[in-house]
């Protein structure tokens, strides 16, 4: 196992400047996620760690060594593909050893790592099969198998879920939390998908537009996020973003007057984004009054969207609601919940 450390890393493709100066420490034996938009660098990131893209400037350290101009081979990671990239034609016991093979390992220290993988995985029966009989979540079992083998010093992933439906998501997530849990390697993991993020992270860095806007363990940014933007990117259904000004020491919102976050300060007229996240609104007498526009009832909880004047809010309700839509409806935030950001610069007040 090793620490990956990042400094000051920068990708330019031409005359665009991608990845802006970047610093990233990521422990011995983390997981760590990378979380963002479409765009944002995460992937981009990922394939400088792995040596699949050039470091334009800057430093990739893996352990001690810095890996800037080291090819993957030599850099003592596996990495975990989105498309498995497995080789049709060879058997799942082949594609798991093929690395192991082309290093010159011997033919039993090679069938004896591949079957201790399999055995980790729930492959063994499945070894003399070729990938197309096999299901996705199978296949995905394949190459992170391919990946175990080497025993490297940090695993990459590379959205390896994606192509899966949401069940199995959901049962390839367990199984890949489970899987770090008993190997302890350094995993740092891409994904665009927060709720991803969110259950399978040690610590989650979110990232927008080639910049890094917190680093955090995943109920740290959910509870106190650094900035509007992180806010909104965690956390399903996002958090409610209400702009207003402060005014008699409450946050005017379009006219509908809240109360600022417990220890919580801003200078009168400051123009301000108020957060709230949608479990922490309930019904009242007095808040933010609109119509109902959509009910979701999920099982366990029910979500409303509430359409204000020019403004929709979303509210959770763990209990059973029998809102109906157009109804009117007022809700009130838990003020000891809720987040102030300033709105010319997005940061936390």
Known sequence: ?????????????????????????????????????????????????????????????????????????????????????????????ANMGFALKMRGMDKAAVRAKVEHAAGILGLTPYLDRYPRALSGGQRQRVAMGRAIVRDPRVFLFDEPLSNLDAKLRVQMRTEIKELHQRLKTTTVYVTHDQIEAMTMADRIVVMQGGRIEQVGAPLELYDRPANAFVAAFI?????????????????????????????????????????????????????????????????????????????????????????????????APDAAASHLFDKATGQRI
């Open 1 to 93: 196992m090793a620490e990956v450390t990042i400094r000051a890393l920068r990708k330019n493709y031409g005359g665009m400047q991608v990845i802006h100066g970047l610093d990233l420490d990521i422990p011995d034996g983390a997981f760590v996620v990378l979380v963002g938009p479409s765009g944002c660098g995460k992937s981009t990131l990922l394939r400088m760690i792995a040596g699949l893209e050039e470091v334009t400037g800057g430093d990739v350290m893996i352990g001690e060594n810095r890996v800037n101009n080291l090819p993957p081979s030599e850099r003592d990671i596996a990495m975990v593909f989105q498309n498995y990239a497995l080789y049709p034609h060879k058997t799942v016991a």
């Open 235 to 331: 956390g399903s259904p996002s958090m409610n973003l209400l702009e207003g000004r402060i005014a008699g020491g409450m946050v005017d919102a379009g006219g509908t007057r809240l109360p600022l976050p417990a220890g919580v300060a801003a200078d009168e007229g400051r123009e301000v984004v108020y957060g709230i996240r949608p479990e922490h609104l309930h019904e009242a007498a007095e808040g933010l009054t609109g119509k109902v526009a959509v009910i979701e009832p999920t099982g366990s909880e029910t979500h409303v969207v509430v359409r204000l004047e020019g403004r929709e809010v979303t509210a959770v309700f763990r209990n059973r609601v029998a809102f109906a839509p157009g109804a009117t409806i007022t809700l």
